[in-house]
């Protein structure tokens, strides 16, 4: 009977062994990341999510490698997933994406508003998607064509109601609106565009008076004059001549417009650690990269990253905000 249990438990041993060194074996020849990563961008193309997405790609490939000896893969390939103000990209990353660390994305954080609380609410919980990093403050300028100056603006205001030029309804940049427009009792109407590339488009058009905007979207038509940068929401001027919007009289605009949570790198819930570590050390290996910061400072972008658990809790810190906020967003039916 002894003899019979010990050559049982030799040969569970064995079968284990067996397994173990195939499957050490398996992990060997497929060093991560062994083929292509799709990166699920919910805006059209154009806008500033994909911008950043497509500039950023190929030094993520670059020092994804350099995490990574041996690693044969790691081209990152953008898709934009468009439809229901990012519903859909979500949906996709949170349903059918595998947390195989070959998806990620991005999100933006005012949808998770939406998703949670507004009208487009999901039948899941978005906060279990995992976060990788958050990049940058979210640093909003209001911009105008119609008007060269904040005291121009305030000036017609009080004669007729404007028009608020915005994206997506739910999405940060239409919340910012909504914060901007009730903190400083602007009269008017909010205008959904669609995503920044459509707004900007409706902003040039003059389907619209003022439109606040992050500010590296914004950048190059306020370089060549297209359009008039009337404040930024910054703590520190981003634009020397350009006040800010607490030299205006409303530094209480600065909790509620913009803020330190942006452009936010999402993967499928439950997502590989391995991949995710990776992923992370390959980010921290583009912040010390002269180039993507030379990249990122040409674009306007400022960076001021938080990763993993550091990026989950500044994300929840914005969405506790806009739930505290809620009254405000349902006067405009979200």
């Given at each position: 009977?002894?003899r ?10 064995f ?7 195939y499957?050490f ?14 990166f ?21 490939t670059?020092h994804?490698?350099a995490?990574?000896?041996g ?9 934009n ?13 949170y ?22 609380y ?13 976060i ?16 060269k100056?904040?005291?121009?603006m305030?000036?017609?205001a009080?004669?007729e ?7 997506n309804p ?7 609106t909504i914060?901007?427009k ?10 959904n ?5 459509q ?11 003022i439109y ?10 306020i ?6 940068c009337?404040?930024s929401?910054?703590e520190?001027?981003?634009?020397p ?12 605009l ?11 790198f ?13 992923l ?7 912040l010390a ?5 030379a ?23 914005y ?13 405009y039916?979200?």
């Open positions: 009977m002894r019979k249990n010990l050559i049982g438990m030799l040969a569970a041993a079968i284990l062994s067996s397994f173990s060194l499957a074996g398996a992990l060997a020849q497929s060093v991560y990341p062994a083929k292509d990563i799709d699920l961008c919910y805006t059209d193309p154009g806008g500033g999510y994909d911008i950043f997405a497509r500039g950023m790609s190929p030094f993520l670059k994804l490698r995490v990574s000896p690693a044969k893969g790691g081209e990152i390939k953008v898709k997933i468009i439809g229901a103000g990012g519903a859909k990209q979500i949906t996709s990353m349903k059918d994406a595998k947390p195989d660390g070959y998806t990620i994305g991005d999100f933006n954080e005012g949808n998770a508003y939406n998703f949670l507004g009208m487009n609410k999901l039948p899941f919980n978005v906060m279990e998607v995992t990788l990093v958050s990049w940058a403050k979210t640093n909003r300028v209001l911009v105008s064509r119609r008007f100056t904040w005291e121009e305030l000036a017609a009080k004669k109601a404007l028009t608020f030029v915005s994206s739910g999405a940060k940049q239409n919340l910012d914060f901007f009730e903190g400083v009792g602007l009269p008017g109407k909010v205008a565009a669609g995503g920044t590339a707004a900007v488009s409706a902003l040039l058009r003059g389907d619209g008076d606040v905007v992050d500010h590296p979207s914004a950048k190059v038509l370089e060549s004059k297209e359009v008039n009337l404040i929401f910054t520190e001027r981003v634009i001549q350009v006040p800010t919007i607490a030299e205006k009289g409303f530094p209480e600065l909790k509620t417009v913009g803020g330190k949570c942006g452009r936010i999402i993967a499928p819930p439950k997502f590989n650690p391995e991949a995710k570590r990776i992370i050390a390959a980010f921290k290996g583009m990269d002269p180039e993507f910061r990249y990122c400072e040409k674009t306007g972008i400022e960076l001021r990253p938080f990763f993993d658990k550091e990026a989950e809790n500044a994300l929840g810190e969405v506790e905000m806009l739930r505290e906020n809620t009254a405000i967003l349902k006067k039916g979200l």
